[in-house]
């Protein structure tokens, strides 16, 4: 799957492999909180009985990632970063049924 | 008539909760054996992209582009397992029936993000790291969702050369 759909260059290293960084906007972040699906859960459900991939839960959490990572992109975006290095992700369960997909990273500018 | 009912409540109780175990263990068997063949298969056929967890490239790499890709899976065991594992954590110890399920989350991320890598037509990916995270509780009785997730990442670069 590719996480980015922009022009802007991402990367979990600390630099973008091949370029230099001229200059550091700060910290960007992205955040989702999504609940399961009804339909999927009692797909889930069954699945559950013998075991296996989730097929629903993978990519209700695939999507949900790159909207985070959207977002967090839009926030670099708006501070004139050309790229972001150093991204990590987190996942934390809030509730049962919830999620919360957070992507974080650096926005930089690089040539 | 009250034999019956008597007959159907010891299906219920006794007899059905034994079937599930058995259609689960036997179904949850072949589903994990399938996983592991398919696996290793294309595990085989991604031999000649490098997947590193090194933080930095070797100096005579040179890039000419980068991106970041992901790979993820959720994945659950089966009931008959889920029980096993329920009782085992009365007594505490290995539980071996985790240890497989993990492996196979693993390896399927991994190889998902190596395939989207090639897709893209990128050479090689560095950086690579693995993160769990557990999506719901199951009881001890062995129901409820025991979904894990298993999402591996890294910088995925396209190499204008490699010298050596």
């Known amino acids: 799957m590719n996480i980015s759909s922009s022009a802007m260059a991402i990367s979990n290293t600390e630099s973008i492999p091949g370029r230099k960084i001229v200059e550091f906007y700060g910290v960007v972040t992205g955040n989702t909180v999504r609940a399961k699906h009804v339909g999927r859960d009692i797909m889930a459900g069954l699945k559950n009985i013998v075991g296996g991939e989730l097929k629903g839960y993978t990519e209700l959490l695939q999507d949900s990632r790159k909207e985070a990572t959207e977002r967090m992109i839009e926030q670099a975006q708006s501070m004139g970063a050309n790229a972001v290095v150093n991204v990590r992700f987190a996942t934390s369960s809030i509730s049962q049924g919830a999620a919360e997909l957070f992507a974080y990273g650096t926005a930089v500018r690089v040539v | ?164």
Not at chain 2, 104 to 127: C, H, K, P, V, W
């Open chain 2, 1 to 164: 008539m009250e034999d019956f009912f008597e007959k159907l409540s010891m299906f219920t109780n006794f007899i059905w909760p034994l079937l599930l175990l058995a259609g689960a263990y036997l179904v949850g068997s072949i589903i994990e054996k399938k996983h592991f063949q398919s696996i290793r298969k294309r595990e085989d056929g991604l031999h000649g992209i490098p997947v590193v967890s090194f933080d930095t490239m070797p100096e005579d790499w040179r890039v000419s582009s980068s991106d970041m890709v992901t790979g993820s899976i959720v994945i659950s065991l089966d009931y008959f397992k889920r029980v096993i594992a329920g009782l085992r954590g009365l007594i505490g110890g290995r539980i071996k029936t985790y240890e497989p399920l993990l492996e196979r989350a693993r390896r399927e991320a991994l190889l998902r993000m190596t395939e989207s890598a090639r897709e893209q037509g990128y050479d090689a990916i560095f950086n690579v790291r693995l993160e769990t995270s557990r999506l719901a509780n199951a009881g001890r009785d062995g129901k409820g969702t025991a979904g894990v997730e298993m999402l591996a990442f890294g910088t995925a670069v396209k190499l204008a050369s490699r010298i050596g």
